[in-house]
């Protein structure tokens, strides 16, 4: 069956995330087309991954200050930062498409594409994101619905004011200082800062459905745009949704280890046993690449010392560098047990946000 | 070519072959215990979070019971069977990485007092029919990730 496209811009965040649901549900019963959903959200809305504890991961009185929605997205990982120069991406298929890892790959390889007609080399990292010389561009979900249904997700940044998104997320610092700054913005990779400053939204949207095969736009029809509004009423405009409690507990933690080379610096957010953020500092010298790379791939990562372990070691290299993996892996694993068993005031994914996770 | 892979897949229990639950009744009390397979795990990876309908609601088999999120993806958890849940294993709602441990075992999610016991069960998969699906949903399974592995089962 041919790929449906639906455009939209200026999307309330309670109406762009019910139509992915519910294009999601009715795909997977059979009673609407595969559709590719390629839209922008109204300045601006903050959108917490599906279970994560609102409060933690955003400033509600900074988003209130400012006007920006909050809500929750069906799919799982971190708070992202929606708006205007954020293209939001949804794909809603069948089950009978394939697999969701094989699915997922298809999806990734399609956004990476159109990047690459952008002149932009994205390369898949950890469990989900899209990221350029270690810098985040994309993060990406999947949420299978009851009937089996398969939405994808993704954030793709065009461009991201990372001064809002610092002021709206929370972080681990009672002020953000320049320097912070200026490594949360050397995380971030977007379009506009590897390309050009004068994409705009309507290229790369143009650049992302060529490459998913599709270039006329669709419409909803009266049926889908009820059940829409149905579920935006029900669930999207509904506070217990957006401000429910997960039974898992948020934590964080840090932990210095000195060493010839350096001091090590690492802080932690975890919910339950995973790392949903890993912050490494010092005063050690090593490529910022690899330093992002091993953040990027610490998110969501079972917080286990093999697990750790592995991806130091895949990472760190000492080229140039002035402190060995070993530290650095007792560096994040006395975070972690910091975390589990003295737990300070959990904050969230402060870092290259994005939907990395589910 | 790597080793097969193997995984566990007890006889003792039914299994709803298209959501990989299983489910298991207590002689004893009627009461039926419910939870994730090994092959279904193997498919979502590790859970983060886990969040299950209250005690004494009503559900339906299809319908959702719940939701959760893993490494991969995020999913509603489909009841296999139809009845009204009277316990919730509170230990895997705060740590789901219980249900990655022991899927058979603690790993549990809910237990239900089922209204239509025998009807469910002749839907879902036991005994020997659980073998053939089990080493037909493995291959499904190594065709998706890189390079086949060769199909297994140590179903029993």
Not at chain 1, 66 to 85: C, E, H, K, Q, S
Not at chain 1, 273 to 294: Q, S
Request: glycine fraction near 8%; hydrophobic fraction near 45%; charge should be negative.
């Amino acid at each position: 069956m041919p790929l449906r496209l639906l455009v939209d811009d200026g999307a309330s965040a309670s109406a762009g995330l019910a139509l992915d649901e519910t294009l999601a549900s009715r795909v997977g019963e059979g009673i609407s087309a595969p559709t590719l959903h390629l839209y922008t959200y109204r300045p601006h809305c903050v959108l917490v991954g599906r279970f994560q504890e609102v409060s933690h991961e955003i400033d509600l009185e900074a988003c209130a200050s400012a006007n920006i929605d909050v809500n929750r997205r069906p799919t799982g990982g971190g708070a992202i930062l929606m708006g205007p120069a954020q293209l939001g991406v949804a794909l809603a298929v069948p089950r009978e498409s394939g697999g969701a890892r094989e699915l997922m790959r298809s999806f990734a390889y399609k956004l990476r594409r159109a990047l690459a007609d952008l002149g932009i080399n994205a390369v898949f990292r950890g469990k989900n994101d899209l990221a350029v010389n270690g810098a985040k561009i994309a993060g990406l979900g999947i949420h299978r619905d009851i009937s089996g249904g398969l939405l994808f997700h993704a954030s793709l940044l065009l461009d991201l004011d990372v001064q809002l998104m610092m002021r709206v997320l929370r972080t681990p610092f009672a002020r953000v200082s320049r320097r912070e700054m200026d490594i949360v913005s050397r995380r971030i990779a977007t379009v506009r800062t590897l390309v050009d400053e004068e994409v705009t939204m309507n290229e790369l949207r143009e650049h992302v459905a060529h490459s998913f095969g599709v270039d006329r736009t669709g419409e909803l029809d009266a049926d889908e745009r009820q059940a829409v509004a149905t579920l935006e009423f029900s669930r999207y405009r509904d506070a217990a949704w957006v401000h429910q409690r997960s039974d898992v507990p948020d934590s964080a933690g840090r932990a210095t280890v000195r060493t010839p080379g350096g001091i090590v610096d690492v802080r932690v957010a975890m919910a339950g046993r995973t790392i949903k953020t890993a912050w490494i500092r010092g005063d050690f010298f090593a490529d910022d690449r690899t330093v992002a790379e091993l953040e990027g791939l610490l998110r969501w990562l079972p917080a286990e010392r093999d697990a750790i372990a592995a991806m130091v070691r895949r990472t760190w290299t000492l080229e140039g560098g002035t402190v060995d993996a070993t530290a650095v892996i007792e560096a994040v694993c006395s975070a972690v047990a910091r975390a589990i068993n003295e737990p300070s005031s959990p904050y969230g994914c402060f870092v290259a946000p994005g939907s990395s996770h589910g | 070519m790597s080793e097969p892979r193997a995984f566990n897949v007890p006889r003792d229990r039914y299994y709803d072959g298209t959501h990989h639950l299983w489910a298991m009744r207590d002689e004893t009390s009627g009461r039926v215990r419910i939870g994730i397979d090994a092959i279904g795990l193997e498919a979502l990876g590790e859970l983060a979070y886990v969040a299950v309908d209250k005690v004494d609601a009503l559900i339906a088999r299809g319908a959702s019971v719940g939701t959760l999120e893993a490494a991969k993806m995020t999913t509603s958890i489909a009841a296999p069977i139809t009845g009204t849940i009277v316990a919730r294993n509170k230990d895997v709602l705060a740590d789901p990485r219980l249900i990655n441990e022991d899927p058979y075992g603690a790993g549990w999610l809910l237990e239900i007092e089922p209204s239509m016991w025998s009807a469910d069960a002749a839907e879902m998969l036991s005994g020997d029919a659980i073998a053939p699906w089990a080493n037909a949903e493995i291959e499904k399974l190594d065709a998706e990730t890189e390079g086949p592995r060769g199909a297994s089962s140590a179903a029993g």
